[in-house]
């Protein structure tokens, strides 16, 4: 059973709340016993324990593809992500945010960000950040940090030149051409088990509107430096003793 009913929560403000009591400074194991039993030996195995005991072991939320948020009538998306410690001791996202995956036969209609999947399906996430260490079993990861992040217009202008250069590649037919390179902050990524330079491989491609050529299945993705920023910019307004635990980013402070 779900530690956290969701039928008893009103307001995205009282989701906060609650998860942050609940889960904040709480080790896997504490959460959810049933973790110790996913536990390959002594040794990390993969994030998928970690992703069930928070998604669905605490907030009862099964895996799911669902184009709107996890959490509906709050319009929250669950997300549930690895920090890591550098070698200067400080904290830092272990990897990039894969989100949702782009439908390039819609998403080339859209005139603005706010009219995008990503917007739509991401606009508010609860994340639950966790601290992944290679040195302990993966029922004594803690979880770190838990807030809510809301795409405001600020965050739009700063990712609008990305979408529009993602929307221009699928306008001109070139969809398959799309690279992270090219982006400062969201981006796409590949969302399959394919290998899309195999071009027998079905598993890694669909459609795109204005080319015969088959684009690769990808997702949106938000790059690591933007994540840390979003890390930052919490604690500089809400925990700011804890600024010094974490890595600074030289392009966003504030």
């Not at 399959?192 to 491989?201: A, I």
């Amino acid at each position: 059973m779900p530690i956290l009913h969701l039928d008893e929560i009103d307001s995205v403000e009282e989701l906060e709340a609650r998860a942050q009591y609940d889960l904040e400074g709480k080790t896997l194991v504490q959460i959810q016993k049933s973790i110790i039993g996913l536990d390959d030996s002594t040794r990390v195995s993969t994030k998928a324990g970690v992703g069930y005991v928070i998604e669905e072991g605490y907030f009862g939320i099964p895996k799911n593809s669902k184009s709107t948020a996890d959490i509906d009538y709050l319009d929250i998306e669950l997300k549930t992500c690895p920090l890591k410690r550098g070698r200067d001791g400080k904290l830092r996202v272990k990897e990039p945010l894969s989100l949702n995956i782009i439908n390039y036969m819609l998403e080339y209609k859209n005139e603005s960000i706010k009219e995008s999947s990503f917007y739509k399906k991401n606009k508010k996430i609860l994340f639950v950040w966790y601290i992944h260490d290679e040195n302990v079993v993966r029922s004594e990861y803690e979880v770190k940090f838990v807030f809510v992040w809301e795409i405001t217009n600020q965050i739009i202008d700063e990712l609008n030149d990305d979408y529009k250069k993602i929307i221009e590649y699928i306008r001109k037919g070139k969809a398959h051409e799309i690279h992270q390179y090219q982006h400062k902050y969201l981006t796409l990524c590949p969302k399959h088990s394919g290998k899309f330079s195999n071009p027998n491989d079905k598993k890694s491609k669909t459609q795109q509107p204005f080319s015969s050529a088959p684009a690769e299945i990808r997702a949106f993705r938000l790059k690591n430096s933007y994540m840390n920023t979003i890390i930052r910019r919490y604690l500089s307004k809400n925990k700011p003793e804890l600024l010094n635990e974490f890595v600074s980013e030289k392009n966003f402070e504030n």
